[in-house]
């Protein structure tokens, strides 16, 4: 079971393509920032994705960008390129581990929607990943249903995972959706923030059709 103590740190990890980084992540990050007394939430976007096809993903130093405008007037966000700047594919569990030893007084929460506890045991190593977090999950509707709580029974049994539900607003917004409004020549006002907002404007980001892929 990871825990490194009362006296540590609880920072909270919040990953992903973040293609484009879009106003539910950042409700996501708040309340779980908010519930769990965490002392900052890190958004990480990933590099090399191994789970998805790397058509249509916007480049690391554009999606961090945009990061960086959304979050720049909240004193507990910040960024981070870690991932971005490994070369090859990236891998959860080898970020966690790393970091962990980065960061030995650190206690990492590594925040993650209700879909990817379905498939986190595809994931490389789950074993490593439960190792070297606690594991906070924001079930859809709020309130965790029968199949989310077996499922995460399931997992902590299997590895000796701590596994934290965290209760915030269900947002119906996904970074599939905002591309899909770009190509269309919708508002994604928003959807995300200004600044972000006039960002993709400003360099056309996801007008073409070919950067419309499901995620």
Same mark, same amino acid.
């Given at each position: ?22 106003? /539910? ?20 976007p ?9 058509? +249509?993903?916007?480049? /690391? ?19 981070? *390129? ?15 581990s ?6 030995? *007084? $650190? ?19 789950? *074993?490593?990943i439960? *190792? ?12 965790? $249903?029968?199949?989310?709580? /077996?499922?995460?029974? /399931?997992?902590?049994?299997k590895y ?11 947002? $119906? ?11 269309? +020549?919708?508002?994604?006002k928003?959807?995300?923030? $200004?600044?972000?907002?006039q ?17």
């Open positions: 079971m990871y825990y490194k103590g009362e006296n540590c740190k609880k920072t909270g990890i919040i990953g992903g393509t973040f293609n484009p980084i879009h106003t /539910g992540h950042l409700i996501l990050a708040e309340n779980a920032y908010d519930s769990l007394k965490l002392s900052k939430v890190i958004f990480m990933t590099g090399q994705s191994y789970l998805k096809d790397p058509a +249509g993903i916007l480049d /690391g130093k554009k999606r961090l960008e945009l990061i960086n405008v959304s979050i720049e007037d909240n004193d507990h966000f910040i960024s981070s *390129d870690y991932e971005m700047k490994k070369p090859g594919n990236t891998y959860t569990c080898e970020t966690l790393e970091l962990n030893l980065l960061y030995p *007084d $650190d206690e990492l929460y590594f925040i993650i929607g209700e879909d990817s506890v379905y498939n986190i045991e595809i994931w490389k190593r789950p *074993d490593i439960f *190792d070297n977090c606690v594991l906070i999950v924001a079930p859809r509707g709020h309130e965790p $249903d029968a199949k989310l709580m /077996g499922t995460i029974r /399931g997992l902590e049994e000796q995972a701590r596994i934290c539900l965290l209760d915030t607003p269900d947002i $119906d917004i996904s970074s599939s959706m905002i591309r899909r409004r770009v190509s269309a +020549g919708q508002s994604i928003y959807y995300v923030t $200004d600044k972000a907002e960002l993709i404007k400003k360099y056309g980001y996801y007008r073409l059709s070919d950067q419309i892929i499901k995620e």
